[in-house]
C-alpha cells in the first residue's frame, strides 16, 4: 500500500515537471548538450575553478537550449552538435551581447555612480 502512494505521487512530480519545462520551451537534450558544451570548456580549455565551472555550464545550457535548434538548421549539422557547441561558446555569446546592449543604453553619472537611463529628457538627471 505504502510502494503504490509512493509510486503517485512520483507520477505526478513528473508530469508537474513536464509542465515546467514545456512552459519555458526547455528541451532536455539541447540543455544537457549545452551544459556539457560549457563544462568541457571551463574544464579544458580554461582550467576554471570549481565555481567558474558551474557559471560556464548553465550559460552553456540555456543559450544552447534557446538557440541550438536554430543553428543547426542554418548550418546541417545535428542539433545535439549544435548545442554542444553553443554550450561552449555562450559565455562568450553572452558576453557580446551585453557589450551590444550597453553600446545602445544611454549612462549618465549621478552621485559619483554610473546608471542606465532610458527615456530620459535631454539636460536632466
Not at 37 to 63: C, H, N, Q, S, Y
Not at 70 to 76: A, D, E, F, I, M
Not at 102 to 108: D, G, Q
Amino acid at each position: 500500500m505504502i510502494t503504490a502512494m509512493i509510486v503517485v505521487e512520483a507520477g505526478s512530480a513528473a508530469g508537474w515537471v513536464k509542465e515546467l519545462l514545456a512552459e519555458h520551451y526547455i528541451v532536455m537534450p539541447n540543455l544537457i548538450a549545452g551544459l556539457i558544451g560549457g563544462m568541457v570548456k571551463a574544464l579544458v580549455f580554461d582550467k576554471a575553478r570549481p565555481g567558474e565551472v558551474v557559471t560556464t555550464m548553465i550559460a552553456g545550457g540555456f543559450t544552447a537550449n534557446y538557440s541550438g535548434e536554430t543553428l543547426g538548421r542554418l548550418t546541417n549539422i545535428p542539433i545535439g552538435l549544435a548545442c554542444f557547441i553553443i554550450g561552449m561558446a555562450a559565455m562568450m555569446i553572452c558576453q557580446a551581447m551585453l557589450v551590444e546592449f550597453a553600446k545602445r543604453i544611454p549612462f549618465v553619472k549621478s552621485n559619483g555612480k554610473t546608471k542606465a537611463v532610458i527615456n530620459v529628457e535631454p539636460g536632466t538627471d
